[in-house]
Every structure is written in structure tokens, then in C-alpha cells.
């Protein structure tokens, strides 16, 4: 039997699941973090090194620090962005793995098909 303090706990797990695939649901996103992986940087360098504008990188590192995906640090007049937590770049190549093996799955019965 699930208890009511059970049940607010599971959703509250639930909720936080979710905001944090909410802040891996877009394609910049997801390259900032990639970016991010080897080593801090300033929002100039990571917008110069995306192709992006430096107020959508600092628009997508906004989302990314209010989930708790990447860190800001002040040193000076310059603010270095760091992921919070290596695993994310984990978690992702993880969904790469599983998009790769679907799509190998898809190609194989089209092939199939054909012959």
C-alpha cells in the first residue's frame, strides 16, 4: 500500500525527472552540454564555438543552470559555465546507444523489404 507521503515523494521524483529531460529537450542544448564536457568556458567562447548568438546561449545556459545540468562560477568580471555533474554527458551517450541500435533496427527492415 502506497502511503500519501509515498505518493508525494514518487511525484515530486516525477516532477524534477521531468524538468530535467525538459532541459535536455533541445538540440542546442544538448551541444552546450557536449561542449561543456571537457572543460568550463565563458558564454562568448561557447557561442563563438556553436555558431550561436550570445543571448541564446546564455538563454539555453539559464535553463540548463535552473535544472541543476551546468554550474556558473564568477571569477572576476568573467563567469565560467561547468557542467554540475559529468553523468549527464554519461546519460546522454547512453541515448545515443539506444537511437543507434533503433535506427540500425529500422534500416535492417528496410533492407529487408527490398529483397
Known amino acids: 500500500m502506497i ?8 511525484d515530486e521524483v516525477a ?11 533541445d538540440t542546442n542544448r544538448i551541444l552546450i552540454i557536449y561542449a ?21 546561449t546564455s538563454r539555453h545556459l539559464k535553463i540548463l543552470r535552473e535544472r541543476g545540468i551546468v554550474q556558473a562560477e564568477r571569477d572576476g568580471q568573467s563567469v565560467y559555465y561547468s557542467l554540475a555533474d559529468q553523468r549527464v554527458v554519461e546519460a546522454l551517450n547512453l541515448l545515443r546507444a539506444v537511437m543507434t541500435d533503433h535506427l540500425g533496427n529500422r534500416m ?5 523489404q527490398k529483397n
Open 36 to 56: 561543456l564536457a571537457e572543460h568550463g568556458m565563458k558564454v562568448g567562447t561557447l557561442a563563438d564555438l556553436l555558431g550561436l548568438s550570445q543571448t541564446t
Open 108 to 112: 535492417s527492415l528496410v533492407l529487408n
Open 3 to 10: 502511503t500519501a507521503m509515498d505518493q508525494h515523494l514518487r
Open 15 to 25: 516532477q524534477l525527472h521531468a524538468q530535467l529531460c525538459s532541459g535536455l529537450a
